[in-house]
């Protein structure tokens, strides 16, 4: 599947305050921003094309040994273990939905994809710049989530890479339900590992 067909799991979110995704939300790809009044509004979206902007930076791919470079923040929810197969799904619906596209996220803003109690998340946690996201990415971020935090344990990444103009989301997985703000808690935890 891919970005544009699959939009029933991600989500392009803005926000200032606690995000929080409405009670009853059903699996998919949403998009929420906020009106004229401060207001969340919600709503499904079908193409990915038309909510976010193909970066215009190529992106080098690293070498093995730049790869065992420590350059991912990381952030673990320890105790918090996950549905398998809601994570599996969540984690795989957003990579989908990316494709092979480097994606430019605007500032406090995300995708998502909810399957389930499991929510997998893309998020430009920055209120002053531009943060790019890709679905190699979010595989590494996976990587790295289960080798500190522990298997299907809720966990977000961040590569420390990019470069002065540009930034890479947090991107992670954790416990979905009504009212978790999963961009504001990604970042939270003071775990850095869970052995």
């Not at 799991?9 to 998919?28: C, E």
């Not at 190529?58 to 673990?76: A, G, H, N, Q, Y």
Request: aromatic letters at 12%.
């Amino acid at each position: 599947m891919h970005f544009t067909n699959l939009l029933a799991g991600s989500a392009l979110i803005y926000f200032t305050d606690a995000f929080k995704v409405p009670k009853g939300t059903t699996d998919g790809f949403y998009k929420v921003h906020l009106n004229a009044q401060g207001q969340e509004i919600h709503q499904r979206v079908s193409n990915f094309e038309t909510e976010a902007t193909p970066a215009e930076v190529s992106i080098v791919k690293r070498t093995r040994i730049e790869k065992r470079e420590p350059l991912w923040s990381r952030w673990c929810g320890c105790g918090n273990e996950l549905n398998h197969g809601n994570c599996d799904d969540a984690v795989q619906d957003l990579k989908d939905q990316m494709g092979s596209t480097v994606w430019v996220i605007g500032p406090q803003a995300a995708f998502y994809s909810i399957r389930g109690d499991a929510v997998a998340f893309s998020c430009n946690t920055r209120d002053d710049v531009d943060a790019l996201t890709t679905a190699d990415w979010v595989t590494m971020a996976a990587e790295v989530a289960t080798y500190y935090c522990g298997w299907y344990i809720a966990g977000t990444g961040q590569w420390n890479w990019i470069d002065p103009n540009f930034n890479s989301t947090v991107m992670g997985y954790m416990i979905w339900g009504d009212g978790v703000d999963f961009c504001g808690n990604a970042e939270a935890s003071s775990s850095l590992d869970c052995w």
